[in-house]
């Protein structure tokens, strides 16, 4: 809403708006209050809290009641590798899972937008896996589908000299990644759908005309025109992508060892398991700050995107 | 040109969601006061682990049985796998949010809590003027687990130590006889000869990570092998020679002989494969027993028994109780007790013979049931084996050297709930083949380190 507000007004015209007074101002906030400081209830002031107990040495598991230590929780985030290693974890886990999401969802549109008979059930058909509950996604794929011994998986790879591999231990990351990835790229695909359908047919046919191939067609035209949809794809599927939470827990609890520990995960652990309440606070703080740092990227491109559909 | 507010008010917009997100991942941290705590009298709200002989037998009694006993007492459960259950008690205990007032806890957490004070004293409170409740009748390790300072804090639901199950087809078959009291050296020759990739897997072992997990079974490896957590003056030994020689024989016969995927397996895994037949040997709780007898009659049948395997020690096997505890100023505690003290007596034993004869009866807490003709009868393979098992059992003498702390599969300091698991997750590991052994314990010996030993001794 912010960026529509923003794009509103065009900045050349120079007629003074009228004088809005007091109270008309007031009349046209009003409507959004609710919202605003429902908004600020529930971020900003628990961000406060955990402000706050980033300072303190606070352990649920001890009775010694929470004191201020400075800044050591923050130092131990900082010197702490498994702080690093699930930041590592998260990165990789969200690239490539947007990445490669992406790149099928772009396939799979691409076959979508011709029309054949039953197109419809084939679409609901590939939407589905977005529609199933994270969890219960991972947990179907954790036992049903990848278990070493009863797994439709290895079931189905063993004609292929595939035997009774223990998907979760020895690729446990890649594991992770490939449900993130099964879930996300019918998004990546609706997204792009949406793009190809709004695409004028008249330039495809101009195109047609002037004799490009159907791969000239999707280089010169179509991808220049998809990008825009494709940008807000990655921008959307990486804010979610980097907070799963759901696949890692029902899958690998974060294992074998700390393999697929992200971001998230981690800092569940340290509440959950080392009641570490200081050092999670800690933790949490410094991943808002890198967090505002990426998304203002993101945000810039995001302002961009708009741009350039309005152009 | 239009570009500062929109970086401004995006900024703000971000910093809205960012907080938004950093707040999910930790809300448990900051929302822990407003729990509210049950106004409504008479009402007992407990934590469970979800184990079968609860979810499958407690739970549904309490509604059948002990809801139409007592009408005025509504009984709420909340059930949690064994990490969540720790962390959810954890939470409410410590910060007095009372969400629970019966908590299901172990011999880890009861001397923990108890010296804090954050749970009732259940001899002197309740015990003391209930006479038909026989607390004498407790397994002594058992009820000595339970206590501190010579008071019970905790009643046992049902105590379990360590034991090996087998397959007696399958050694029948291969000219194998497993002796009573086997040494690992034996259960690793075992396994070599009985396991056949893609069929049967030689041994079953815990590999998911956590202290409960695959250290309470390797724990039992390294006080055999001779080793321990920390010396007399709590320095770590995770890198002392035997507790490195024990580690590499548990890795490296659960990856030659285990189960595959076993960095993902515990218990109720387990449970399963032994179930569908797809291991030879099973190195795992008492309790098991109990659950095979109830749900896989076939394997039931080809099923034996022997005391966990020693390496150094005379016996290894470990010693737990999933007992039910009372927080301090949990509300209607009066109510809580008539609970507590309905779901560890011996008249509930005899509700779940009725309802699923005696071999589901939960077993290892009260020595009168090792004497019930009817018990020892339906329950004739296994009966004997799990009380001697728990019988002797020594958590005040874990090891072979002389160690500072007690508990046999877990070290009773707060200290050992996040350092269990950070060691648990490095062998796990090095179970999956991630790293090797000696890192795994390398990097927790490090971990260990990080306390020193005064923290680690604490105030006792």
């Known amino acids: ?311 | 040109m239009r570009y500062p507010p929109v970086r401004l008010r995006a900024l703000g917009a971000v910093g809205c969601v960012a907080a938004l997100a950093a707040l999910a991942a930790c809300s448990s941290g900051g929302s822990n006061g407003s729990s509210s705590s049950n106004s409504n009298s008479g009402t007992v709200t407990v934590a469970v682990v979800s184990n079968p002989l609860i979810t499958g037998q407690m739970i549904p009694l309490t509604t059948s049985n002990f809801e139409k006993q007592y009408p005025g007492i509504k009984v709420k459960f909340a059930t949690y796998t064994e990490g969540d259950l720790r962390a959810a008690i954890e939470k409410n205990v410590s910060t007095h949010s009372n969400a629970f007032n019966v908590v299901m806890i172990g011999p880890y957490e009861t001397p923990l809590f108890a010296k804090n004070g954050w749970l009732t004293n259940l001899s002197k409170q309740y015990i003391a003027s209930d006479p038909g409740y026989d607390a004498a009748d407790l397994l002594p390790p058992i009820g000595k687990a339970l206590s501190y300072k010579g008071d019970l804090y905790a009643v046992p639901f049902y105590g379990e130590s360590s034991m090996m199950f087998y397959n007696k087809t399958l050694f029948q078959q291969a000219g194998l006889t497993m002796p009573h009291n086997p040494t690992w050296a034996q259960v690793e020759s075992f396994a070599a000869k009985l396991n056949q990739p893609g069929k049967v897997s030689g041994i079953c072992l815990r590999g998911l990570a956590g202290w409960g997990d695959n250290m309470a079974a390797l724990d039992t490896v390294v006080n055999t092998f001779g080793g321990q957590w920390f010396d007399m003056n709590w320095k770590p030994q995770l890198t002392s020679p035997p507790f490195v020689e024990a580690t590499n024989f548990y890795v490296n016969l659960v990856r030659k002989y285990g189960e595959p995927g076993a960095a993902n397996d515990s218990f109720n895994q387990l449970l399963t494969l032994y179930g569908q037949g797809k291991c030879a040997m099973w190195y795992d709780a008492t309790v098991a027993a109990t659950s095979i007898a109830t749900t896989y009659p076939d394997v039931y049948k080809q099923t034996g028994y022997a005391l966990a395997p020693v390496n150094k020690t005379k016996s290894s096997g470990w010693l737990w109780t999933w007992a039910l505890g009372i927080p301090q100023g949990a509300s209607d505690s009066g109510a809580a007790w008539k609970f507590v003290s309905w779901a560890t007596s011996k008249q509930y034993d005899s509700l779940v013979a009725q309802k699923y004869g005696w071999s589901a009866v939960p077993p290892g807490t009260r020595t009168s049931l090792y004497s019930n003709p009817d018990y020892k009868k339906a329950a004739a393979p296994f009966a004997d084996i799990t009380l001697e098992s728990i019988n002797s059992t020594d958590p005040e003498h874990p090891t072979l050297n002389p160690v500072p702390y007690t508990g046999i599969q877990y070290v009773v300091i707060p200290q050992f709930e996040s350092l269990g698991l950070t060691v648990g997750q490095q062998v796990a590991g090095a179970i999956a083949g991630t790293e090797s052994v000696s890192q795994a314990l390398q990097a927790g010996q490090s971990a260990a380190s990080q306390y020193t030993p005064a923290q680690l001794s604490g105030s006792g």
């Open chain 1, 1 to 311: 809403m912010t960026l529509l507000e923003d794009l509103a007004p065009p900045p050349e015209v120079e007629v003074k708006p009228r004088a809005v007074s007091r109270r008309e101002r007031w009349q046209l906030r009003l409507p959004l209050l609710p919202a605003l400081i429902y908004t600020i209830v529930v971020t900003q002031i628990p961000f406060l809290v955990t402000l706050w107990y980033s300072f303190q040495s606070y352990f649920w598991n001890t009775p010694a009641p929470a004191h201020f230590n400075g800044l050591a929780n923050y130092k131990t985030v900082f010197t702490n590798p498994a702080f690093r290693g699930s930041l590592v974890r998260s990165v990789v886990m969200t690239v490539t899972a947007v990445i490669v999401a992406m790149i099928l969802g772009v396939f799979f549109a691409v076959l979508l937008d011709r029309k054949f008979l039953g197109r419809s059930v084939v679409r609901t058909l590939m939407i589905t896996p977005f529609l199933v509950m994270p969890v219960a996604a991972a947990l179907v794929w954790a036992g049903p589908m990848l278990d070493p011994q009863f797994g439709l998986v290895n079931y189905l790879l063993q004609p292929f000299g595939v035997h009774h591999v223990a998907w979760l231990s020895t690729h446990a990351l890649g594991s992770v990644i490939l449900v993130m990835i099964w879930q996300w790229t019918p998004f990546m695909m609706l997204i792009v759908l949406a793009g190809l359908q709004s695409q004028p047919s008249d330039t495809l046919e101009a195109a047609k005309v002037d004799g490009a191939g159907a791969f000239a067609t999707f280089r010169e035209l179509t991808f220049p025109h998809l990008r825009p949809y494709i940008e807000l794809g990655v921008l959307l599927g990486s804010i979610y992508l980097v907070n799963t939470f759901d696949a890692v827990k029902a899958m690998t609890q974060g294992g074998p060892g700390t393999s697929t520990t992200n971001l998230p995960y981690y800092l569940y652990q340290q509440v959950n398991n080392a009641f570490d309440i200081g050092g999670a606070a800690a933790t949490g703080v410094v991943t808002v700050i890198l967090t505002i740092i990426v998304a203002t990227f993101a945000l810039r491109m995001f302002a961009r995107v708009f741009q350039f559909e309005e152009a």
